[in-house]
């Protein structure tokens, strides 16, 4: 499952020598909740920044990867 959300926050960390990042963002439909996921480099875009339309991917409640929102000129 797809949702469309808005970055509110990154702190990127390091384990073990990878690189990680815990990142914090609300869902354009419910704007003051403030949901949280800590993921590997691979599954975000490396160059988000805050403030951001992202799309957040869901499996069994779980964020899987947060990827930047496709701009009115992408398809």
Do not use: C
């Amino acid at each position: 499952m797809n949702v469309e959300a808005r970055l509110e926050g990154i702190k990127r960390y390091t384990i073990h020598g990878g690189p990680y990042a815990q990142l914090w963002f609300s869902h354009l439909d419910d704007p003051e909740t403030i949901h949280e996921a800590r993921l590997p480099e691979e599954a975000w875009d490396n160059d988000l920044q805050v403030g951001d339309r992202v799309i957040i991917t869901y499996l069994l409640r779980t964020v899987m990867e947060i990827r930047r929102a496709p701009g009115p000129d992408e398809s």
